[in-house]
């Protein structure tokens, strides 16, 4: 992991909407990403193109939204068009999933997070790789508000019961239905999906009291 301040090829725009953290080791300070860190935040893990992130931080303007993604050329894309909408409340981090939840976001500091479509890593010897593991699971819960939720989606439906066996298995969460979302606030993926045809295996998690 870099420690160093900048990255190459990140934008550069004294506007960007990309976060580049001083070094990658301490704890995230919200003060210096948003504008108003007084507001809930929300982090959508893997925000691609950005279809959910955008939607959800212009409709939401009192809270703030913190997309993260790694491919470097869905960041810039989603960064010009959080600039064109002027969304004052979005900002974007480039980081490993993992390694952001695990290390770098303060405790209790987060009130939802938004993990759509992550990649399931089909093949069992590839298991291993997959984002929901116990260490993951116990990293949401020590970064989440009390009231705090975990929402996630995919196409996977054998991914979507490992997703459910650890997050029960984990003692933290309890799992309520989820409801669909309107069709400007899906993912490019689910998009895809559903054209298809195929089930979306949806919930939502909530921290147990």
Sequence with gaps: MRTRSSKPNLPDRPDSAVYQPNNWLDPLDWRAIFSDATRPLEIDVGCGKGGFLLW???SQPTRNFLGVERQLIRLRKVDKKIHDRQLTNARLLRVEAGYLVEKLIP???VSAYHIFFPDPWPKRRHHFRRLFQMA???ALYRTLKPDGA???ATD???YFAHMQKVMRESGRFCEK?????????QTEFEKIF???GKIIGRAKFLVES
């Design 177 to 185: 239905t989820a409801t669909a979302l309107p069709v400007e606030a």
């Design 150 to 152: 975990v929402n996630v």
């Design 156 to 158: 996977d439906l054998e």
């Design 194 to 196: 559903l054209a298809q």
């Design 136 to 138: 993951f699971v116990q």
């Design 56 to 58: 959800v931080a212009g």
């Design 107 to 109: 405790t209790h500091s």
